[in-house]
């Protein structure tokens, strides 16, 4: 069904966009190819750059597009237009709900589904797509709560499905030499760690606490957007579009003044999981596999600004506890209990704790990393992703690129890079834009069962379900310290709750009637 795609003929159609998610558009399963058929969940965004690659691998043929802004149909085929991708979104069925949408994945014959909604959705919409045996693409944060986790952690094995989670730092080539060098043991015994971010850069606080409880009545909601399907299981509340320009509300990337949508809601409990759930799964993630973290014993945020009961505080440092282990990698050796100390809101460690780093670089530390500390050395990422990661052992006077330090050039490949190549490039560097590419390829080549299979994730998907959740269950674990600081909580992931009952009301997600799954 063609759609007038002319902006006059887009308002004029507005009235008739909700019948358009609840009819779903299309009856028929259409275009039938040996292709993979995939379903797009959030269109613009990130959504935009997890579909698109995909798209141009040329093996995966899209049958639907789902967003709860119909908006976004448009402004997605004027980007695709502009990155000369060849394609018409106006030939594809679009939903509005995605209930509807899951509703009609077996006529329609989905194989494969790419969500990238805010947080509070994921649940929601790729355990009902596993329990079809649908393939997930699932962006970062995994899900929201620690209930979600464990639900989503079961549908995935149940069901046999491949998952990808969203931290496209997994398949760089760098990251993955990195964790081998770190996995062999070169550092010694590993009892102390420290991951720090420069978000939040999108609004939340105190402020954005004080202005939602003072607009009860909220706004009128946008043309084009369903707002209850927007909400999904999140507690009915009103709509609120923007922040006035003169608000003294923190935002200091200039994203705009939304205060929900778009992008907006990451700040805020109920959509999302703030600058901990954003990028720990990135910038924690090379600490997490090379030292083969698992359960977290306990945790306490000890410090916040801006604290408040709606939305994430400014800043904070949150101190998590992973339990003694036995290695995976080393048969026979047990890693010890160790602390990591997480930091947001551009706070950083102390300097002083890598002083061969800031002899170096007077005295200043990166902006975003991971640095991993040993008994016979230290590892310094000096990015979100894994893509410049430095050594220096206990008798270095410096550090050393990953790949050029001679104690590390002799540990042996264990890990199949994304490229297949051998690490002879030189350095641990990359161009950043486009880089995720292979990580979205993995995915495409899992479903076909295609690509390396990698023995730590037991997978094709080298972040499948046996990493990305319990490398989720700390950082859920740490959302919840931050809704209660000064409070030390102590995490029983057997029995999957807490030791104080404040902490245990935030394992499960409200659910709303006529949302649940």
């Not at 901990?276 to 410090?303: I, K, P, Q, W, Y």
């Not at 993995?442 to 972040?463: L, M, N």
Request: glycine share 10%.
């Amino acid at each position: 069904m063609k759609i007038n795609t002319s902006r006059r003929g887009f308002l004029q159609g507005v009235g008739g966009v909700a019948m358009l998610g609840a009819a779903g558009c299309c009856n028929c399963w259409c275009g039938r190819s040996d292709k993979i058929r995939l379903a797009v969940v959030g269109v613009m965004g990130k959504g935009y750059s997890d579909w698109t690659p995909m798209l141009k691998t040329g093996r995966v043929e899209i049958v639907a597009f789902c967003d709860a802004d119909y908006s976004m149909r448009e402004k997605a085929q004027a980007r695709l237009i502009k990155d000369g991708i060849d394609f018409d979104m106006y030939e594809v069925p679009f939903y509005t709900d995605y209930r509807k949408l899951l509703d009609d994945c077996y006529k329609l014959g989905v194989r494969a589904m790419t969500i990238s909604t805010p947080d509070h959705i994921h649940a929601a919409v790729a355990v009902t797509a596993m329990k079809q045996g649908i393939n997930v693409y699932v962006q970062k944060p995994l899900v929201r709560t620690l209930w979600e986790l464990e639900y989503f952690g079961k549908t995935a094995k149940e069901n046999g499905v491949i998952v990808q989670m969203g931290n496209q730092g997994s398949s760089l080539d760098n990251m993955r030499r990195c964790t081998e060098v770190i996995q062999s043991g070169i550092l010694g015994d590993v009892k102390e760690v420290h991951v720090w971010t420069n978000r939040p850069v999108w609004p939340q606080g105190k402020a954005v606490a004080d202005w939602v409880k003072s607009h009860p009545k909220g706004d009128p909601v946008r043309p084009g957007l369903n707002w209850d399907a927007w909400l999904g299981t999140a507690a009915k509340r009103p709509f609120l579009d923007m922040y006035p320009a003169n608000a003294d509300v923190y935002d200091p990337w200039k994203l705009g003044k939304n205060v929900y949508h778009t992008f907006t809601w990451r700040g805020f409990y109920d959509f999302g999981a703030g600058a901990f759930g954003d990028m720990a799964c990135h910038t924690m993630n090379l600490a997490f596999r090379a030292l083969e973290l698992g359960g977290v014993s306990d945790a306490e945020c000890e410090m916040t600004e801006s604290w408040n009961d709606v939305a994430y505080p400014l800043k904070s440092r949150v101190r998590l506890t992973y339990k003694a282990r036995e290695s995976k990698v080393r048969p026979g050796v047990t890693l010890p209990a160790l602390t990591l100390y997480w930091y947001d809101g551009n706070v950083k460690p102390d300097a002083a704790i890598m002083p061969k780093w800031a002899a170096a670089h007077e005295g200043k530390v990166p902006n975003t990393g991971c640095y991993i500390i040993g008994t016979k050395g230290t590892v310094l990422m000096q990015d979100d992703y894994g893509a410049k990661c430095a050594i220096a052992l206990n008798d270095d006077k410096k550090y050393v690129d990953i790949f050029e330090h001679e104690a590390a050039k002799v540990v042996p490949r264990s890990i199949p890079f994304r490229s297949g190549s051998a690490a002879a490039s030189g350095k641990s560097t990359v161009e950043m834009k486009g880089f995720a590419l292979g990580h979205y390829i993995e995915f495409v080549d899992a479903i076909e069962g295609k690509g390396p299979y990698y023995e730590q994730t037991h997978s094709r998907c080298f972040a499948d379900v046996e990493f990305c959740v319990p490398q989720m269950e700390g950082i859920l674990v740490g959302c919840i310290a931050q809704r209660l600081p000064g409070k030390k909580l102590t995490w029983n992931s057997c029995k999957q709750s807490f030791d104080q009952a404040e902490a245990n009301a935030f394992v499960k997600p409200y659910i709303r009637d006529g949302f649940a799954f």
